[in-house]
């Protein structure tokens, strides 16, 4: 059988290299950030932070404003997300159980929304906050990421939402329910998978969210980590081990919540984004 | 919520109320003359009323203010004494007049071609070869693959050019080992095409890991049977492959060919905080034309109007598949 050995065999190579491959920039990154100075700038690289240090992570985590911005990012991740978990549990609700005019065209419109070029929009969207005197702000930047992850949840929710039988709800209505108390009692507990998947893309994307923080907030109290990690490697030079601790701070919280919520994340997104 | 008594409201039209049985509340004291038809009628356009608020104000506003901006001369002098000097489609004139704007139009759609081809085709090999592994190799691989697809792009993007150093940058080295020896202290974004490549590795890396893992996903869901009945007719692997699994994942493909030309088509962070679409604005893309146009050089109009076409040029990439999907809504609501 010496095909089927070979055929055996070269999935398996084929894996190995491929998690070498995704995993090595993620691994390199940590790595950096744990060892000394005199290990990162070497002629060979050092493939392992055998002399283990925190030092990098004490000057990133002492640098200037560090505290602040993660307080900034933290709050309006946060906000953001619960914001615009709320207004899309109505709208997903609605659009999911109810029967009215203009519906078709709505679920259309929130696709198509979805699919908002933001990037693009940031002149536009700096001149209307300037207008309204409210530049170096956090306030417009959580109304816009609420926005950013709107559509997305709304569809996605909706597919959560109408993936919960009928008859669950009626009975409830039977049983003397308003529809408001069965939404509560009996929707929403079922819906608590799908609410943390799709709490975990608006947290993604909030996090993560650089060019309109770049345009909008230039006082640096009122900025989020992106702007700071993109703009720590021009402040500190060449310093790689505290840029690398840098980002390392401000990956792991996105690394962990993805571990766990992954598999829910991605068959909620299949289900009810991406329809195919 | 529970505040929906716009009671005068004659609007409600019987025939879009909700078909479910009306059951009547027997624990609550509700006002028996208020016709829970109506409030029926009434109560999604209700709940629907906040999402449709914020899109109006923070999407629709923006594209509008934005076609608005498009038509002005708007550069620091009017900016900041706030005045408002129309200069009627000069804008585009002088936008679609110049070879700039062009060769960025050109250079996007390369691009996110380049992109969307890797992405695509790495992410089915690997999707598929997801489905043939044992549990072991396949938890393993997916745990690769988490985790390049959770790095923040910001994050990831340091964490490339740091790669990339032309001083003590591991890529660097490997490749000097290897014998490209000129490579030793190669500096990657001195040129339009090196830095283009580490952008290109960087996105391919960071989309892959999504179109794999949905794959997957998608192969398991294949009902077993039709390989069976493939085998029966004499099928072979690759005939059960373009017989089965192709036609059965093409939507699913379809779909995430879409997704990606946009994702890519609007990458701002990687190529930005990369390079600032340098050497020499050489790796500009649309979205990054735009800001530095309309923000770098203070061409708050200009910037403006290359926005607004940057938005019909995603919307010509995008109107196929977008029609397609449109069409199949309307068919399934």
Redesign the interface.
Known sequence: MKRSVFGRLW??A???V??????F??Y??FA?AFKPTGD??????VWFPYHATVSHFDKAVHADHFWTLVANSVIVTVSSVLISL???L??S???A?????G??G??????L?Q??????????????VRDNDMLDSLVPLT??Y??MV??LT?LTLRGYVSAVP?ELE?SA??D?????QAFIKVIFPLLAPGLMATSLFGF?TA??E??LV??LNKDIEKQT??LW??Q??TAFG?D?GA??A???L??LP??I???FL?RKA??G??DGA??? | ??VQTEGTDTAG?PA?R????P?P????ARTAKTPAGRR??A???L??L???A??VV??G???V??GI?SFQNLNPRQLIQHLTEWNGVDNYKEILSGSDFWSVVGRSVVFTAVNVVLIMIGGTL?GL?LA???KK??L??M?????????????????????F?Q??G?VN?VLDKLGWHSMADYNWFSSQFSTFFVVIVLIV?QSV?FVA??LY??TTTIPKELYEAAALDGAGAWKSFTSVTLPFLR??L???TF?EV?WV?????QI??LNEGGPDHLTET??IY??VE??GNQH?GV??AI?FL??LV?LAI?SYYLRM??K???DE?
Do not use: H
């Open positions: 999935p398996n084929t894996a190995v491929l998690f070498v491959g995704f995993v920039p993620v390199w990154m950096t990162i700038i070497t002629e060979d690289p709320v207004i899309a109505f709208a609700f609605a659009l159980r109810m029967r009215f005019k519906r078709r709505l679920i259309v419109t929130f696709m929304a699919m908002a070029p933001w990037e693009v929009m940031i002149i536009a969207i700096y001149m209307l109304a816009f609420a926005m709107l559509p709304i009928k009626e209505m039977v003397g329910c308003t529809r408001l993604i996090w993560n650089f060019p770049l345009i980590l992106p990690i993109s720590f490697q060449d790689w840029t690398m840098a980002s390392s401000f990956a996105i690394l919540l993805f571990i992954q991605v068959s997104l299949t991406v329809k195919g | 919520m529970s039209e879009v909700k078909s479910g049985p059951a509340p027997r624990g609550e029926a009628a109560a999604p356009y709940l629907l906040p999402a449709l914020a899109t923070l999407l506003w923006p594209l203010k934005n901006l690997i070869l043939r592994l044992g190799m396949r393993l691989l745990v690769g693959l988490v985790l390049a697809w959770a790095m923040p792009v910001i994050a990831a993007t340091t964490v490339y050019q740091w790669l150093a001083r003590f591991v080295w890396w890991p893992i949905n996903a998608a939507p699913f379809y779909a995430t997704l946009i088509f609007k990458s701002f962070a930005f905080a649309l979205p735009a800001y309309g923000v708050f910037g403006a926005s940057t938005i995603l995008t999907v449109l199949q809504e309307e609501l």
